[in-house]
T-cell receptor
Framework: AQKVTQAQTEISVVEKEDVTLDCVYETRDTTYYLFWYKQPPSGELVFLIRRNSFDEQNEISGRYSWNFQKSTSSFNFTITASQVVDSAVYFCALIHLNRDDKIIFGKGTRLHILP | DAGVTQSPTHLIKTRGQHVTLRCSPISGHKSVSWYQQVLGQGPQFIFQYYEKEERGRGNFPDRFSARQFPNYSSELNVNALLLGDSALYLC???????????????FGPGTRLTVL
């Protein structure tokens, strides 16, 4: 079965702290993509990153970084020096390559950055 | 360039009524997918259309239907509305079918449907 688990329902940190959002996935396929999306209060899902299953290289984009580890089926997201504007719900998602299949979302982690 | 647009923004209906939600994809995108997001949950896949053909369907009853037009815009129809259909309905577009080698889905702002 394919599944995405975001065990942290809600996290609160003080501004400027670093915070890591966890994502664990299950799949029997060897080729797949993983995503992170941000959903601010406005409701629109904002694409952050896509990673394919053959590329385990970690990625950094400004204050955002992602740690993909196939050995533990995890794709964690770290925000460094958090800001109030980072407050949102963050979703991790999985989709399989070349299958007319649905993208599977986790339940999301609500992140509160406190001033 | 315009992103994915959806209309209406908000909608209030009563049980048993019918609703039509509309989505226009990013220019050049041929794939449109629909998702239902109930409060506190992640989006759940409803349909995917590519080049006007249905390419995928989630676990939703037959009351839910959709279609894609020649200009790649799409409509989601829900008949015989139930209270449980209250949710944010999201549309996403991509240049290839979901799961394609270069697939990234870009989401619209959603339509918030309230069923009373």
């Amino acid at each position: 079965a394919q599944k995405v688990t975001q065990a942290q329902t809600e996290i609160s940190v003080v501004e400027k702290e670093d915070v890591t959002l966890d994502c664990v996935y299950e799949t029997r396929d060897t080729t797949y993509y993983l995503f992170w999306y941000k959903q601010p209060p406005s409701g629109e899902l904002v694409f952050l990153i896509r990673r394919n299953s053959f590329d385990e290289q970690n990625e950094i984009s400004g204050r955002y970084s992602w740690n993909f580890q196939k050995s533990t089926s995890s794709f964690n997201f770290t925000i460094t020096a958090s800001q109030v504007v980072d407050s949102a719900v963050y979703f991790c998602a999985l989709i399989h390559l070349n299958r007319d299949d649905k993208i599977i979302f986790g339940k999301g982690t609500r992140l509160h950055i406190l001033p | 360039d315009a992103g994915v647009t959806q209309s209406p923004t908000h909608l209030i209906k009563t049980r048993g009524q019918h609703v039509t939600l509309r989505c226009s994809p990013i220019s050049g995108h041929k794939s449109v997918s629909w998702y239902q997001q109930v409060l506190g949950q992640g989006p759940q896949f409803i349909f995917q259309y590519y080049e006007k053909e249905e390419r995928g369907r989630g676990n939703f009853p037959d009351r839910f239907s959709a279609r894609q037009f020649p200009n790649y815009s799409s409509e989601l129809n829900v008949n015989a509305l139930l209270l449980g259909d209250s949710a944010l309905y999201l549309c996403a577009s991509s240049s290839v079918p979901a799961g394609g080698a270069t697939d990234t889905q870009y989401f619209g702002p959603g339509t918030r449907l309230t069923v009373l």
